[in-house]
């Protein structure tokens, strides 16, 4: 898995994902900030909890309250507004997904139909977040101890949608148990990361003013989308290595430019060419 990581320029195929979903928190912010003047305005005391919850003070209670105050102010052209570009930045960063899947599997994207199959992608996406979100708060009115049905459920749901975004925005169909182990991989690795970001980000919030300011909030959400990135790629590497194995593959002639006085010897997965001089 490594070694075809590195042939197909994995780390980058993960940086590009990495910037798109980053850039795709912006208008994700606007909305959550038109969400949440919305909330507040029907709340009693909003401000206090987030702060409490999170256990922030000084500076750092003080921008939370100001910025939910700001929310509640704006919160109608935040949520139209929001809304409209989380869309538009979603689409960028199923277009970075829908490559990066495509050139683990070596295989060209689907032209102006790629747009139509992220649009399904978000919306299938959408459905698979509500129903997690409506089986969590059910699991845990159940009695008693219930965080390992808790887990399961999460890591059956977080399987669904790695197996719906494996499908659906690559374009080469292999049918849905070929992509089982790279749903699986992608599911326990998004469930460890959830798992850290919820206990390093709210410590790097509650501690961001007294040490990096905003910045370092920054700083770990970059680290965090990263890792995801990097999981993404390596969720599709693991199939396309699995699939190899039970089918074989196959060689294919590249064109590549002509250098006098070069030789090419062999040429690597993404088009790399080793040359004798």
Known sequence: MQKRFSEVHGGSLAAAVTLAA????????VALTGVIGFFSSQASDLPGEVISRLGLR???????TSA????????RTATVVGFVGLMWSGLGLVGALEQSLNSVWQVTGRGLKDKLYGLLWLIGAIVIFGASFLLTAGLRLLPGPAAPVVLIGALAIDVVLWLWTLHTLCNRQIGWKALL??????????????LLGGIYVPMAVAGSSALYGSIGVVFAILAWLLFFGRLVVYASVLNVVRWEEDHGTVTAEIELPRVPGTV??????????????
Do not use: N, T
Request: proline content about 6%; overall charge neutral.
């Open 22 to 29: 980053f850039l795709s928190l912006f208008p994700l912010l």
């Open 58 to 64: 000084g500076e750092a209670a003080k921008a939370v």
């Open 68 to 75: 939910i105050d700001a929310a509640e102010r704006s919160r």
């Open 181 to 194: 182990p790279g749903a699986l991989l992608g599911a326990v690795g998004l469930e460890v990361l959830k």
């Open 264 to 277: 090419p010897v062999v040429a690597s997965r993404s088009g790399d060419a080793v040359q004798a001089g």
